[in-house]
């Protein structure tokens, strides 16, 4: 039973230190549709790995916006060193 209570330990819970409160800033200030999707990602991070798997059309939903922003949001992201992303089949 204790095992159990630890995995629910800070569930829905993510950390932001504050060299990623200034990013999220200037996210915000540069491009705030490619903050928006951050904030999406972030939000539904993997806590054990760091990852979020999505479709680009499951976030387009998301974000009420086409495939392609979410693409150019994605490259921007990836340009300035916000998320990594790995092609998967």
Do not use: M
């Amino acid at each position: 039973q204790q095992e159990l209570l630890e995995e629910r330990k800070n569930t829905n819970f993510t950390q932001t230190y504050p060299k990623g409160w200034e990013r999220i800033r200037n996210l915000i200030q540069s491009n705030p549709g490619a903050a928006r999707l951050y904030s999406v990602l972030s939000e539904h991070l993997d806590g054990n790995c760091g990852a979020v798997v999505a479709d680009q059309q499951f976030l387009a939903d998301q974000l009420s916006v086409t495939t392609r922003t979410i693409r150019n949001w994605v490259s921007f992201l990836e340009e300035n060193n916000c998320l990594v992303k790995i092609p998967i089949a």
